[in-house]
């Protein structure tokens, strides 16, 4: 892949990335023109020629010793190791469950439902490749796409909530028929609004970088605010938790930023110290009143449902199938919560472990990034967290799009502490 070709496939991807955030959902009732534009902007970056090659199996034929790669490639690069893994995890979960659910009967649009978020999920086999070569390009483009995405659909939710600022702590709002705060872009933004802003502060020797800080600090803000107000618990106190890590590496770096940091604590905690305690004791309350959100009796559920039969238990029942879910009123349902569950459901135990291979083999570059850019690897910490641990965001394109912006970020080790 030339340079020319991976800096084109930047701009598609980051262009797909302002339509998701401005115009799409994260999970589309039906397929309609922006979430096509979207989809032909993907393949615009990735082409097609490799795509064909992973979901065929072809591209684990190493006759040279790293035939996977796509031309122009034919070496193995020292951030790359992860990509046979991924390749040979994809092949299984792409075709044995779907056949399997073929073979069980399941409806062509229930399997489609489960195949578009699998190849999200293992997108980064498919755009690293495709953009590696654009190296710092391709991470600043990626991590600003995915933050400017997280900030517009914050911004959609704050204007179909009429903009009630006032609303933070003294009552709940409505998530909406969209759910545009559960996409992970939001709580990455949440995260890496502020962190960039502490970076441009931290490094800047000239003014404008401290005026560019200003709008990442209120973008950060604003997606902070939409999570308490919608009482996303959970995802708030990843972000706060994120946020915290990486303004202690700051100061440990830069001791002269513990001042500007307790003088914004400061006047956060007197312009709005009523809806942070209100906040506060919403969370406390939903956590009291919903616990973990029934994810044990839907995990019951699926388990029930493997170990009744060896071949479900091996190999799951496929792309396409339901179960009734307790978790949405025992309604039959083509998802869970969580990954495991869902994996465990549609792919058995032997997706289960393909899948884990698969994320497993994604530490080794994260661990590199954290000891190259904390403040990165500590950003993608929240959204991947609560997507392939605790929500169905698993299922969604930006969690694709963070992962491989962690793994472009691993190879190139520059990012948000050097902007």
Not at 32 to 41: A, C, D, K, N
Not at 143 to 172: E, K, M, P
Not at 202 to 212: D, E, N, Q, S, T
Not at 239 to 251: E, N, T, Y
């Amino acid at each position: 892949m030339t340079v020319a070709a991976a800096r084109t496939g930047t701009l598609s991807m980051a262009a797909a990335l302002l339509l998701y955030g401005g115009l799409s959902v994260p999970a589309p009732p039906a397929l309609r023109g922006v979430e096509l534009s979207i989809g032909l902007l993907i393949l615009l970056s990735i082409g097609w020629k490799w795509p064909l090659a992973v979901a065929s199996g072809h591209a684990l034929r190493t006759p040279t010793g790293a035939g996977w790669m796509p031309s122009g490639m034919q070496w193995m690069p020292s951030g790359m190791q992860w990509m046979p893994v991924a390749v040979a995890a994809f092949a299984w979960l792409l075709w044995v469950p779907l056949l399997r659910g073929a073979a069980l009967g399941w409806d062509a649009v229930d399997i489609l439902r489960d195949v578009v978020p699998l190849l999200y999920l293992f997108l980064p086999v498919l755009l690293v490749p495709a953009l590696r070569a654009a190296g710092r390009t391709a991470v600043r483009a990626l991590a600003g796409g995915v933050g400017i995405a997280g900030l517009l659909l914050a911004l959609r939710w704050w204007r179909q909530a009429d903009w009630g600022f006032g609303a933070i702590g003294s009552r709940a709002m409505a998530d909406g028929g969209a759910y545009l705060l559960n996409a992970p872009a939001v709580l990455f933004a949440a995260v890496v609004l502020p962190a960039t802003a502490l970076s441009l502060i931290g490094i800047g020797v000239r003014f404008r970088y401290w005026l560019a800080a200003i709008p990442c600090a209120v973008g950060g803000a604003l997606c902070l605010a939409a999570l308490a107000g919608a009482v996303h618990r959970t995802a708030l106190g990843l972000a706060l938790l994120s946020l915290s890590l990486i303004a202690l590496w700051w100061a440990r770096r830069q001791a002269w930023l513990a001042l500007p940091l307790l003088i914004g604590l400061g006047l956060a905690a007197a312009v709005g110290g009523d809806a942070l305690v209100g906040a506060w004791q919403q969370a406390a309350e939903k956590t009291r009143l919903t616990g973990i959100n029934a994810r044990w009796e839907e995990a019951a559920a699926v388990i029930e449902h493997a170990v009744a039969s060896p071949w479900a238990l091996l190999f799951g029942d496929g792309w396409g199938a339901r179960i009734a879910n307790p978790a949405v009123g025992g309604w039959r349902v083509g998802y869970t919560h969580t990954l495991a569950s869902y994996s465990l459901l549609k792919t058995g135990l032997c997706g289960m472990v393909a899948l884990a291979a698969y994320l497993g083999a994604l530490v080794r570059p994260w661990c590199g990034l954290l000891a190259a850019d904390p403040p990165l690897a500590l950003a993608v910490v929240p959204p991947l967290a609560m997507a392939l641990c605790l929500h169905t965001s698993f299922k969604y394109l930006d969690t694709g799009v963070i992962l491989s912006l962690m793994l472009l970020a691993a190879e190139c080790r520059k990012g948000l502490s050097e902007p």
